[in-house]
């Protein structure tokens, strides 16, 4: 048996999107010595898109991973020390701040918060038992196991019709399944969808079922038409469920004050949060804008906000 091992750090970063990165370059930079913990996939929501073309500085677009890779390559130049272990416990009460995984106790004088979010789910058991097996939340990732199938995506806002557009690379006809007769998506999403021929949308629709095994993967969906009361089956190869994210704020709960849907609550134009010494940026926090570009912003005002606190604390 291994014993746990402890281990001091001034500031502790968890998350490698944009938010946590961008935090981690700046506080480097001013000789923080920042240790930046993530879990097993690195670079955050981005790493699952495919071409980001409303960074600024990338006038020809740019690959999300790609983008996230310069980011982390651009934090390690400055000396964060990135590191790749799941917290599973956060203690923010006394201080300083202790942070666990399995084999590590971190303790540490500050923390910047930014866990990201994480994708949605119907909540269907069917959904969950054929995930991996034709379910997915990750076009990127999935989409050319189904080269020359059908595909069906469920949502529809932007990143519904996002990944129904970029899917039409590999299937042979996508799906879009909205429960509403309106798209929530930008005008300017809804026209590529629209102009795309190999998309049809199925409006009113809610899926009601999975259909498939283990065995065979997914074979086809049962759909409720909420406008007709009428139940039908679609045969569908895979299923990719787009329906939005909720924030990765769990190991705060009862510590970090949050709003009704787990998002961390910062103060007025600021990263601080109820507890002194903690910021919080990012999506985890922000349930309106949810760019790359404003989740970089915010970490870059963490880290000021931190540094600055620090130097207020002598520590
Ligand atoms: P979103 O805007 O919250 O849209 C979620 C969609 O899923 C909505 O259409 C919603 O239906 C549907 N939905 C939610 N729960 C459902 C359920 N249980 N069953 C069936 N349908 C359900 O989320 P998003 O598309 O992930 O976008 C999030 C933010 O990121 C937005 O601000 C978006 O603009 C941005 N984004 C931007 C880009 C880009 O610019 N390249 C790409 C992706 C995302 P209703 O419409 O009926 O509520």
Redesign the pocket.
């Known amino acids: 048996m291994t014993t746990p091992t402890s281990s001091h750090k001034r500031l502790i970063i968890l998350g490698s999107g944009p938010a946590g990165l961008t935090a981690a370059i700046y506080t480097a930079r001013a000789n923080l010595s920042p240790v930046l913990i993530h879990g097993p996939l690195p670079g955050g929501q981005l790493t699952t898109?495919t071409e980001?073309?409303?960074f600024p500085g990338f006038p020809d677009g740019v690959m999300g991973p790609d983008l996230m890779a310069q980011m982390e390559k651009q934090a390690a130049r400055f000396g964060t020390d990135i590191k790749v272990e799941t917290i599973t416990d956060a203690d923010l009460r006394s201080r300083p701040f202790t942070l666990r995984t399995s084999g590590t106790t971190y303790t540490c004088d500050a923390l910047i918060v930014a866990t990201g979010a994480t994708a949605?789910l119907?909540?269907l058991p069917s959904e969950k038992a054929l995930m991996g097996y034709g379910v997915s939340t990750c076009a990127t990732c999935d989409g050319a196991f189904f080269r020359n199938k059908i595909i069906m995506v469920?949502?529809?806002?932007?990143?519904?019709?996002?990944e129904a557009n970029f899917l039409t690379r590999f299937g042979s006809k996508v799906y879009l399944v909205?429960?509403?007769d309106t798209?929530?998506?930008?005008k300017i999403?809804q026209d590529r969808l629209q102009k795309n021929p190999k998309v049809e949308v199925l409006w009113n629709s809610?899926?009601q079922e999975v259909l498939g095994s283990k065995q065979q993967g997914v074979t086809g969906v049962k759909l409720f038409n909420n406008k007709t009361k009428e139940t039908h089956e679609v045969k569908t190869d895979s299923l990719f469920v787009?329906?939005?994210?909720s924030p990765t704020s769990q190991l705060f709960k009862n510590q970090l004050e949050m709003d009704e849907n787990g998002y961390i609550i910062t103060r007025p134009n600021s990263s601080t949060t109820n507890i002194p010494g903690v910021f919080v940026c990012g999506d985890v926090q922000d349930h309106?804008?949810?760019?790359a570009v404003t989740a970089a912003g915010s970490g870059c005002m963490a880290a000021i906000d931190c540094e600055r606190w620090l130097e207020t604390q002598g520590h």
């Open positions: 898109t980001v073309e409303n949605k119907l909540g469920s949502g529809g806002g932007d990143s519904a019709c996002e909205h429960r509403r798209l929530r998506a930008s999403m809610e899926i787009a329906i939005g994210h309106v804008y949810r760019q």
